[in-house]
């Protein structure tokens, strides 16, 4: 027959109590809220498909190394993203602290009193007046809320969204990253290709005013062809500076980016007509929300309030602590660690709120208010990724009409010239003619160039937009050991 010892039947209860009472937990459970989808993409003509750009990672779509090779650096060392990931690493530490409130909290202590009793007061029983006592302590306290209703498992699962939260957010800067490192290179691109423009436009107005002025000099032009000619090489070359001074500009952007000081930035030559956007699956509207950092990023942001919900409500109901001590006490030092020494304590407690003013209500209603929030939030951000999917589409696609236009307009305009010249030559036509011809060339084919940039940059917004590029490069596989015989 087993006997049950009385002095641990309060234990024995508690942990009974605890068992039972360890799967409850007031407050809702998170359910994502429904938010409006369209069935396609706007603006996009194909197909809609489960297969999306946005699933391959940077390395992949973006095909230019030098572009690449920017981009891997700006991982490296851009300043934002070290910060972004410093934040994760700080919610991580903050959900382990919260997770920590969930466990007996265990110490060690050690002590020494010493005390005499008054002779002029009637002493204690036991004691003898005007004699000093002593007593040395040594033992682990021990401490340990018992989570009853939930409120550190849901502060704990608050926390750990908040840390996901983070991570989403860390996502989100490095998408942003690659995005800003490809646009501002490819602007860098088309402003050189506007530079070679502007160049060699000026080349050729100088080579004109040269050919006019000894056509002046030998009595068969007048000074008004001549005016004009140096008046259209001013007008031409008046660009050439200012297209320097924004490539400086884009190229120290692009610097910071890259965590470098201000300065030149590598590039691998100038837009091309090869240099267009391609035809890309967008994949399904739905997927946005499982795809785009920042939209789960809100979602975390929003189950965090959810359950802080729970934490809010938990105040309403009693809580449960265990104190305990186990140790010994000795008035010498000598005996502390004998037998006849130990001591052990246990001191349950319980608290229950029963009037604090409308506190706790007030503070159930701000956690539900807070919640509120963060579903508005986060259906906004919903909403925002199909609107920026939809402006990239129609962006690339209405970029992409007026390229083919301008790209005929320019060559027509260049036959234009020539033919103009032609005409100058045999006497048809005059130089206000061939003036016209190349002013409208040269502002066309700075059109063009500019169009063809846009055109680059939209698809690389496109590419961020559908949630794409964020996947850090793979390290370099190492190269096989040959085996030793």
């Known amino acids: 027959?087993?006997?049950?010892?009385?002095?641990?039947?309060?234990?024995?209860?508690?942990?009974?109590?605890?068992?039972?009472?360890?799967?409850?937990?007031?407050?809702?459970?998170?359910?994502?809220?429904?938010?409006?989808?369209?069935?396609?993409?706007?603006?996009?003509?194909?197909?809609?498909?489960?297969?999306?750009?946005?699933?391959?990672?940077?390395?992949?779509?973006?095909?230019?190394?030098?572009?690449?090779?920017?981009?891997?650096?700006?991982?490296?060392n851009n300043l934002d993203l070290r910060?972004?990931?410093?934040?994760?690493?700080?919610?991580?530490?903050?959900?382990?602290?919260?997770?920590?409130?969930?466990?007996?909290?265990?110490?060690?202590?050690a002590g020494y009193t010493a005390q005499q009793v008054s002779r002029l007061s009637e002493p204690p029983q036991g004691t003898a007046a005007g004699k000093t006592y002593q007593n040395y302590s040594a033992g682990f306290p021990i401490s340990w809320e018992i989570d009853l209703f939930g409120r550190i498992r849901r502060g704990k699962e608050a926390s750990f969204?908040?840390?996901?939260?983070?991570?989403?957010?860390?996502?989100?800067?490095?998408?942003?990253?690659?995005?800003?490192?490809?646009?501002?290179?490819?602007?860098?691109?088309?402003?050189?290709?506007?530079?070679?423009v502007a160049r060699r436009t000026v080349q050729t107005n100088e080579e004109t005013v040269v050919y006019y002025q000894k056509r002046l000099e030998g009595g068969v032009s007048n000074r008004l062809e001549v005016d004009r000619a140096v008046a259209n090489?001013?007008?031409?070359?008046?660009?050439?500076?200012?297209?320097?001074?924004?490539?400086?500009?884009?190229?120290?952007?692009?610097?910071?980016?890259?965590?470098?000081?201000?300065?030149?930035?590598?590039?691998?030559?100038?837009?091309?007509?090869?240099?267009?956007?391609?035809?890309?699956?967008?994949?399904?509207?739905?997927?946005?929300?499982?795809?785009?950092?920042?939209?789960?990023?809100?979602?975390?942001?929003?189950?965090a309030a959810n359950a802080q919900i729970g934490v809010a409500k938990s105040l309403y109901f009693p809580t449960i602590s265990l104190t305990g001590l186990l140790g010994t006490i000795s008035g010498e030092f000598s005996n502390l660690l004998k037998a006849n020494s130990n001591v052990w304590q246990v001191s349950p407690s319980l608290f229950s709120p029963i009037y604090q003013g409308g506190r706790i209500r007030r503070n159930y209603d701000a956690a539900q208010a807070r919640f509120d929030q963060a579903a508005a939030q986060y259906?906004?951000?919903?909403?925002?990724?199909?609107?920026?999917?939809?402006?990239?589409?129609?962006?690339?696609?209405?970029?992409?009409?007026?390229?083919?236009?301008?790209?005929?307009?320019?060559?027509?305009?260049?036959?234009?010239?020539?033919?103009?010249?032609?005409?100058?030559?045999?006497?048809?036509?005059?130089?206000l003619e061939i003036l016209n011809a190349d002013q409208q060339l040269f502002d066309q084919e700075l059109q063009l160039a500019q169009v063809r940039g846009e055109?680059?940059?939209?698809?690389?917004e496109l590419y961020r937009a559908l949630g794409g590029g964020w996947q850090v490069e793979p390290a370099p596989a190492p190269s096989p050991t040959p085996a030793t015989p």
């Not at 994949?283 to 979602?299: I, N, Q």
């Not at 260049?414 to 030559?425: E, T, V």
């Open 379 to 431: 259906q906004k951000t919903a909403l925002n990724s199909y609107r920026e999917v939809a402006n990239a589409l129609i962006t690339v696609k209405k970029l992409a009409e007026a390229r083919k236009e301008l790209e005929s307009g320019v060559t027509s305009l260049r036959n234009a010239s020539a033919l103009s010249r032609s005409r100058y030559d045999a006497g048809l036509a005059s130089y």
């Open 83 to 109: 910060t972004a990931t410093a934040r994760v690493a700080e919610a991580r530490a903050q959900y382990g602290i919260a997770r920590s409130f969930l466990f007996p909290e265990v110490g060690v202590a």
């Open 233 to 303: 090489r001013s007008r031409t070359a008046v660009v050439i500076p200012q297209l320097e001074q924004q490539i400086g500009v884009a190229e120290n952007a692009l610097c910071l980016l890259l965590g470098r000081p201000p300065g030149p930035i590598e590039r691998s030559g100038v837009l091309t007509e090869e240099n267009v956007a391609p035809s890309v699956p967008v994949g399904l509207p739905a997927a946005l929300l499982e795809r785009r950092p920042d939209v789960l990023a809100a979602e975390q942001q929003l189950i």
């Open 455 to 460: 055109e680059l940059r939209a698809f690389v």
């Open 161 to 196: 969204a908040l840390y996901l939260a983070t991570e989403e957010g860390r996502r989100a800067a490095l998408i942003t990253l690659v995005a800003d490192v490809g646009s501002t290179y490819l602007l860098l691109r088309e402003l050189d290709l506007q530079l070679e």
């Open 1 to 76: 027959m087993t006997r049950l010892n009385l002095t641990r039947s309060p234990l024995v209860a508690i942990a009974l109590v605890t068992t039972l009472a360890s799967g409850c937990r007031v407050g809702p459970d998170y359910a994502r809220p429904q938010t409006p989808a369209p069935p396609a993409h706007r603006f996009f003509d194909g197909q809609a498909e489960a297969q999306s750009i946005a699933d391959s990672p940077w390395w992949v779509v973006i095909k230019d190394p030098t572009l690449q090779a920017l981009i891997h650096e700006a991982i490296l």
